[in-house]
């Protein structure tokens, strides 16, 4: 249990030697037969799929909203001048193998998708490059990135007790320089760095490239990928708008979907979230201590406010700016789209996030202006059009990506990964790069691996 990653493949190949000895049931077909359903056309789902596809196993997706890609959500701002922006997922990083890999298949561009983060603090705004955290907690930072790669696995477990901002206080991170990784790391994890386990965060800081994994985009949207793989996998084996409502396990799998649809299985890959997981009627029941993780689980809330600009009057391609204002953080989310035209999006976290998600489009375009108003001045007469994506009451994910508490990250996900009966769970909530399109892939990809 040398790191985070590591930890998580030893635990998969345990799942995956219990997997082995369970055989298919024979001829199981009652109604639409097939041998494997995957719930959700999400990375997880879709890449599940690719992988049963390439061993030329049966499988049909279930997918509950009327389109694929669930959590990655590209979205046309501009039809006109064709600019693309993400309602979801928006950033692949350097580090994340299976997700590059991919595009490189699929011949999909990535563009660089980095960024040069001016700071709005106390109503002063610093551009890019004049602002720095102080000398004495960069050095401590230093350190403490070092000294993770020697934790041994008991520190590790006593890590996950603390939460991220006490970690941080007791390590004398203080005033701005606390104030600072607040506002950076809770844009990480969608929620105050007081809610999150002090490990989940240590270790992706840790073990991430240089900018945290923000790295790249997918030229066209992040999308494009989920269009891809379905092209592959047979759009005839996507089925949209079938909401699943019952699984009954018994010598094999029969899902019963919201339309009165049944489908009979010998194996069922579950990829919905948790909070869509627990809707489901299970018979038999969801074991006593997975439903009760299910429960303790919670998601992280982010809203996406995306402005369309009719001039990209912030100069810069990789501009981004963290602020302390309700807006909380502005990026440009039409890099390297070419265009006189140009959006900026504001994504906010936690409580700002249910804020603003409450508000009309007119109280948020004036949160925009009045936060870019210290560096650019008025910009109103700029302001086309805009849009709002309110991700904490998404009804099939309730939130952005699952938020691991304190001791959760030990203490719930190894319960969550378990299999039931015949069914596989995936999704990023489970993975080692848990909150990222990677960590969807890796378990649609394990879970797969283990059917076949
Ligand atoms: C605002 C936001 C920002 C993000 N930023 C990034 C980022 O910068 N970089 C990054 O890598 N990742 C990011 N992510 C995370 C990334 O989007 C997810 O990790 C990933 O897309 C999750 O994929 P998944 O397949 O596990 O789940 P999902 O995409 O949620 O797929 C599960 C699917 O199951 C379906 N479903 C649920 N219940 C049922 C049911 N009963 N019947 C049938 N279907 C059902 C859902 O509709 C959904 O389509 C972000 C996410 C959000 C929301």
């Not at 490059?129 to 008991?154: C, M, Q, R, T, V």
């Not at 990250?409 to 399109?437: S, Y």
Request: charged share 25%; hydrophobic share 40%; with cysteine.
């Amino acid at each position: 249990m040398s790191t985070r990653r590591s930890f998580l493949k030893q635990s998969a190949v345990i799942i995956g030697g219990l997997a082995v000895s369970q055989t298919f049931g024979g001829s199981l077909y009652l109604s639409k037969k097939t041998k494997v359903v995957i719930i959700g056309a999400g990375f997880a789902g879709l890449a599940a799929a690719y992988q049963l596809h390439k061993k030329k196993i049966p499988f049909v997706i279930l997918e509950a909203r009327n389109r694929i890609g669930g959590r990655v959500y590209s979205f046309e701002a501009d039809p006109a001048e064709k600019l693309v922006v993400e309602l979801g997922a928006e950033w692949v990083g350097k580090s994340h193998e299976r997700i590059i890999s991919l595009c490189d298949e699929f011949k999909l561009e990535l563009l660089n998708n980095q960024f040069d983060t001016r700071l709005l603090y106390k109503g002063k705004y610093h551009p890019g490059g004049d602002w720095d955290f102080s000398e004495p907690w960069k050095a401590k930072w230093k350190s403490i990135l070092e000294n993770y790669h020697h934790l041994a696995a008991a520190d590790k477990l006593k890590l996950d007790k603390y939460d991220w901002w006490r970690y941080l206080v007791n390590n004398g991170c203080t005033g701005m320089d606390l104030d600072i990784k607040e506002l950076l790391d809770s844009t990480d994890f969608g929620e105050s760095i007081r809610h999150i386990s002090a490990f989940a965060a240590l270790s992706e800081y840790a073990e991430s490239s240089e900018k945290n994994e923000m790295d790249y985009k997918i030229k066209g949207g992040n999308g494009k990928l989920a269009e891809m793989m379905a092209d592959k996998i047979g759009r005839e084996n996507i089925l949209t708008s079938y909401k699943v409502k019952k699984i009954r396990q018994t010598g094999n799998v029969e899902i019963t979907c919201e339309n009165g649809e049944t489908f009979t299985a010998a194996k069922l890959i579950c990829t919905a979230p948790t909070f869509a997981a627990m809707k489901i009627d299970w018979q038999p029941g969801l074991p006593a201590d997975m439903l009760n993780a299910m429960k303790q689980l919670q998601y992280a809330r982010i809203n996406k406010h995306p402005v369309l600009f009719s001039q990209r009057f912030w100069k810069d391609e990789s501009f981004d700016m963290i602020t302390d204002m309700p807006a909380h953080y502005i990026y440009h989310g039409t890099k390297n789209q070419p265009s006189q035209k140009g959006v900026l999006i504001s994504y906010t976290i936690g409580d700002k996030a249910a804020v603003v998600a409450n508000q009309n489009n007119e109280w948020n375009g004036r949160t925009v202006l009045e936060t870019l108003e210290p560096g650019f001045g008025d910009i109103t007469p700029l302001m086309e059009k805009q849009f709002n994506y309110y991700w904490g009451q998404d009804e099939y994910s309730m939130g952005a990506y699952a938020m691991y508490g304190t001791g959760q990250w030990f203490g719930l996900r190894p319960t969550l990964q378990r299999p039931f009966l015949h069914t596989h769970f995936a999704g990023e909530h489970l993975a080692d790069w848990q909150g990222f399109m990677e960590g969807a892939i890796n378990t649609g990809e394990e879970a797969a691996a283990r059917i076949v």
